[in-house]
Each structure stands twice: as C-alpha cells, then as structure tokens.
C-alpha cells in the first residue's frame, strides 16, 4: 500500500490529548505525561523527545512523594507548530 499526502500518521487519543494541552500551555507550564509508579508508554515518551528536540518544551524528572519520578514537561516560548501531526514530526 502506497501512502497519499492525504494519509495522517495514527497517533494514540492520549498522545493527541498531550499535544492539546502543550499548544495551549503558557510559556513555563508544567505537563506531567508520565510517572515511574503509573508507567510510561513508549509512544508518549518517543513523541516528548521528538517534541523536546524541536525545541517547544524541556524534559525533567521530578521526584514524587512515593520515591519514584514524574515526568514533565516544561513549555518554552516556541511557538507550536499549526497541527498535532506537524509536532511529531518536527524532532524527526
């Protein structure tokens, strides 16, 4: 199967929704999208390195009150990109 210019990459409702909150997150704001206690998927932690790499956010483990990390983002002044698919694929 060829893909078209029209075919967008699948990305899971949770990483949609964590793209959601960083474009309309102020500069400063922290977004926890994982922790060592809840676990962390992959595909959110590929696409906070692909978001970090872009420059949009920094990443930083903070600990939490039961010994383990959170992860967080932290948002930079970057602006986003126009769509969640732009994001991902910004760090690519």
């Known amino acids: ?15 949609a ?15 926890r999208y ?3 206690d809840q676990g ?12 970090y790499q872009a420059g949009n956010v920094l990443l930083v ?7 383990g990390f959170d992860y967080l983002m932290i948002r930079t002044a970057k602006p986003f990109a126009e769509t969640p698919f732009q994001v991902a694929d910004a760090g690519r």
């Not at 929704?17 to 977004?31: C, K, P, S, T």
């Open 34 to 36: 994982g922790s060592t």
């Open 17 to 31: 929704a964590l793209v959601q909150d960083l474009m309309a997150a102020e500069a400063g704001a922290q977004i």
């Open 1 to 15: 199967m060829t893909a078209t210019p029209t075919d967008k990459p699948k990305i899971s409702k949770q990483a």
């Open 40 to 51: 962390l998927r992959r595909e959110l932690r590929e696409l906070a390195w692909d978001i």
């Open 61 to 67: 483990q903070k600990r939490n009150e039961k010994n």
